[in-house]
């Protein structure tokens, strides 16, 4: 194993391999270390949802960026921009969405507030119940199923070297850089990426740093084809929903209910008290969807930190070596985020700024 | 609280909860079927009054009388969806089913949700008029309906042979029986049956009778294509090598208006796969099992499996498989002894029951029977050049397959297309079962209709964690 590269990047996810292709072009060799398959951690398992109504204030250039890459890779990610409806179906829901709409519009997103009664109108099926809503007709959703596959063949194209099952046991800094061992497999590369969402943690244990990373185990359910129930994807004032109707009929439900797993103990797991109340908002909020099967739930880990902004550059204490994740909407933001990482480590001035994990990260605010 | 839930009312499960109960433990027994007996004891259908008591009818009612008059809790017509573990360690199941009753929890899981049947396809196996083998078992044994006017009975293993005496003694007509296996493979396997001698007579009986009635049975030959326009007319059949590769040669025309077609049965382990339990694969138990002591403890505490989810071993093995689990849930329970288990009959019933599986193991040449065209993943309508074409670009495991092209996103789960699947890989890649592995075990365990599985919601109810930071 004579070859170093320069610049290995743990985790084949959407941050992993942007970066990847980033710093390729700029002329660099990458090699991209797995545990699993390629895009099939967070990327391929999320609900893909590309909605502005749900990015942060702060978040929201980034998103704005990200949707226009997103929209750029089309039919190969499954891309569709459908317009999306945020619901309230009490007081309180609407005076929050009231609030949370008006600064993401401060922010640069193009939401709009519309009357139930146009929302009866453009998507019949939902509940008559809805006493608020807000709309923006730049949502839409990708499919993340496909992630794997467009970046296997995007890094394949690239000339970048991907080992997938290759789980990192270990990790030493050597003279020449970094050396990544898998059991008793290595790899040699002057710099490091540390991309692996929910296992970045323990990735950064193993070279001494400590980060308040954690996950979240976020539920996400898929029903058989059915009829056409909507055209745009639906949210709901809290967060506590998303849902979308794919060309194929399918119904993806989501919200960010919680399951139950660590990262480290495998792929999580979903939780009976949680499904429950996510399937049952659904189906309140589309009646109809009472009479549709769930084929398959799932759960994908969401890394945070407390600040709930994402840990952007530099690893602190580490000399080459960086680190890109917890990048709350990951899933719309990744592709861009990915590109301004890969440019922070050619050595260029990014484009938008990044976010130093070595900031004070203090505990952000649930409303 | 429960001590014992027990998943499924077959030979195993049924037996399991029989003597669970009989050690006083406080047993639930669950199972979609309307009576227990499971798929090889299944009831009649109540359209039918009145029926030759054939030996699994008579040993179906007698488990069922049993079951009836024991403290057994039963939920039939019922599926378990989920299955989890609670804070402290209980199991919790969710349930769909006639009692508006969503979850249930016990201290101790038995899993004895037997098998299905696996079926490698081949060009038009989709057509109307194809049965599986163990489908066909089925409605011959509920409805007492035979498939076709004529039928041919194809694939491997021992059910062949059951199929076909059962059509022929329900008044219908065999065309044809082919049969991958060789004559061959069949007297390797007599050592085996020889541990159990009235199986063994049985299955001679089978084969002299199809000879006596003049019908053919084409050893060593597979199914080429199923055709006809609209349904089943007929099937060409190949000569096979020894590893199931069609040979050149004259093919072979057979009309037929129903093919019955399988290559034996995989354990069912989707539920052990959901609740934790580490699985490994073995060929001569039938594929992936989970990894279990001799009484079936699996590796998660408090979970126990019997029957032929736990591998192929056949109805001779299950009732005391089904002792065996509930000797241990017991012992584990409580601390004492359970009852002494004759381990002689459970050898022999294994040994028997291992070479009849590894009659029905697919081999690598059936993967020569699929064109390019030919649908590998029913539900969604996937050819297998689809699929080739993702093995081929590096999407090697299961997951990974299924995620770029919807291969067993579908209804049924990926039961009936996830063995071929990964059959593909492991011929392409070289490497083993055990390396290809498995895809991701989430629910349900099978489609569940939503309003179906929770009471309605009162809105002011539902419980609103913390909302996403603005």
Redesign the interface.
């Known amino acids: 194993m004579n070859i170093i590269f320069d610049i290995a990047i743990i985790g084949g996810g959407i941050m992993g391999c942007g970066t990847a292709l980033r710093v390729a072009e700029g002329g660099m060799s990458a090699i991209i270390l797995e545990q ?5 951690g967070a990327s ?1 398992v999320n609900a893909g949802t590309l909605s502005m109504q ?1 990015k ?2 702060k978040l929201m250039p980034y998103a704005i960026k990200g949707h226009e890459m997103w929209e750029e890779m089309g039919d190969a990610v499954g891309f569709k921009k459908t317009g999306g409806y945020t619901l309230a ?2 007081d309180r829901e609407a005076e ?1 969405l009231h609030e ?1 709409m008006t ?1 993401k519009k401060q922010a640069g997103a193009n939401i709009k507030f519309v009357s139930s009664e146009k929302v009866a109108t453009a998507e019949p099926h939902l509940s008559k ?1 809805i006493v608020a809503a807000s709309y923006c007709p730049d949502d839409g959703y990708a499919n993340s ?5 467009y970046y ?2 995007k890094i ?1 194209e690239k000339g970048i070297g991907l080992i ?1 099952k290759f789980p990192v046991t270990y990790i030493r800094s050597t003279s020449e850089g970094w050396e990544i061992r898998s059991g008793d497999r290595s790899v040699v590369a002057h710099r490091i990426l540390l991309a692996a969402g929910g296992w970045t943690k323990k990735i950064a244990e193993m070279m001494d740093v400590e980060l308040p990373i954690r996950a979240r185990v976020n539920t996400v359910s ?3 084809r059915a009829p056409k129930l909507m055209s745009g994807v639906i949210g709901h004032a ?3 929903l998303t849902m979308k109707q794919k060309e ?1 009929g399918t119904v993806l439900i989501g919200g ?1 209910w ?1 399951g ?1 797993g660590l990262p480290e103990q495998g ?1 999580g ?4 008290e949680s ?3 996510n ?6 909020a589309l009646p109809e ?10 759960t994908g880990f969401e890394a945070n930190v407390p600040d ?1 902004y994402p840990l952007a550059g530099k690893l602190p204490n580490k000399d080459n070596a960086y680190i890109l994740g917890c990048v ?1 909407g990951g899933y719309t933001i990744g592709p861009y985020i990915s590109k301004l990482m890969g440019d922070y480590i050619l050595g260029r001035e990014p484009e938008m700024p990044l976010f130093d994990p070595a900031r004070k990260i203090e505990e ?4 | 609280m429960i001590d014992v839930i027990v998943i499924g009312a077959g030979p195993a499960g049924a037996n399991a909860a029989l003597d669970a109960a009989g050690y006083g433990l406080k047993v639930l027994l669950i199972d979609e079927g309307r009576d227990a007996g499971g798929q090889v004891w299944r009831p009649k259908s109540t359209s039918i009054k009145k029926a030759p008591k054939t030996g699994a009818i008579v040993q179906g009612d007698t488990l069922r009388q049993k079951v009836r008059n024991s403290s057994i809790e039963v939920r039939f017509e019922t599926r378990v969806w ?1 299955i ?1 573990t609670d804070e402290s360690e209980n199991w ?1 199941l ?1 349930l769909v089913g006639p009692e508006k009753e ?2 249930v929890k016990s201290k101790t899981l038995i899993i004895a949700t037997g098998a299905y049947e696996r079926v490698i396809p081949v060009p038009g196996w989709t057509m109307p008029g194809v049965f599986g083998l163990a489908g066909a078992t089925a409605l011959l044994k509920e409805n007492m309906i035979v498939p076709g006017r004529r039928t041919i009975v194809a694939g491997n293993g021992p059910l062949l042979f059951f199929v076909a005496s059962e059509v022929i003694r329900l008044g219908g007509r065999v065309s044809a029986v082919v049969s991958l296996n060789g004559l061959w493979d069949w007297v390797k396997a007599l050592p085996a049956m020889l541990m159990r001698p009235i199986l063994l007579l049985q299955g001679i009986k089978w084969i002299l009778s199809l000879y006596l009635k003049r019908i053919p049975v084409y050893w060593r030959h597979g199914v080429k294509s199923v055709e006809g326009k609209e349904k089943v007319e007929g099937t060409s059949l190949t000569r096979v090598d020894k590893d199931w590769r069609p040979v050149p040669g004259p093919e072979i025309y057979i009309h037929g208006e129903a093919l019955c077609y399988g290559h034996g049965l995989s354990p069912a382990i989707e539920a052990t796969r959901l609740a ?1 339990a580490s699985h490994h694969f073995d060929p001569t138990l039938g594929g992936w099992v989970p990894t279990v002591d001799q009484y079936g403890r699996t590796s998660q505490s408090g979970l126990y499996v019997c029957g032929d989810n736990a591998g192929i071993l056949g109805v001779g093995a299950a009732p005391i498989r089904g002792a065996m689990a509930a000797k241990a849930a017991y012992e584990d329970l409580s601390g004492n002894t359970g009852k002494e288990i004759n381990k002689v009959i459970k050898k022999r019933a294994e040994i028997f029951g291992r070479a009849m599986t590894a009659l029905s193991i697919p081999r690598a040449g059936l993967l020569d029977f699929i064109e390019n065209e030919t649908e590998i993943c029913r539900c969604e309508g996937i050819s297998r050049a689809e699929i080739y074409q ?1 093995i081929k ?5 299961p ?2 397959v ?3 092209t ?1 291969c067993g ?3 049924c ?1 990926g039961r009936y297309c996830s063995e071929t699947v990964a059959l593909m890989a492991s011929d392409f890649t070289g490497k083993t079962r055990e390396e290809i592995g498995l895809p ?1 075990a ?3 365990l099978r ?5 179906e ?2 009471d ?2 009162d ?1 002011d109810d ?9």
């Open positions: 699993g398959d390629i895009g099939q391929g749900i942060r204030v179906f009490n929050l949370r600064q119940k199923s496909l992630t794997g596959q296997r063949r394949d997938e898929v029903t058989e809290t967060g506590l194929n960010g919680q139950k792929r797991n979903v939780s009976i499904l429950m109340p399937l049952q908002l659904a189906q309140f969807l009472s009479n549709t099967r769930i084929v398959r739930s799932w709930f709350r952000g605010r649930l409303i | 989920h989890e919790l969710a969503y979850t934790g993702e670009f590096g999407a090697r495991s997951n990974a299924k995620s770029n919807r996103m579908g209804p789960g991701t989430r629910p349900p489609p569940v209709v939503m309003g599985i929770t309605d919601l809105y539902l419980p609103i964690p913390g909302v996403s930071p603005l």
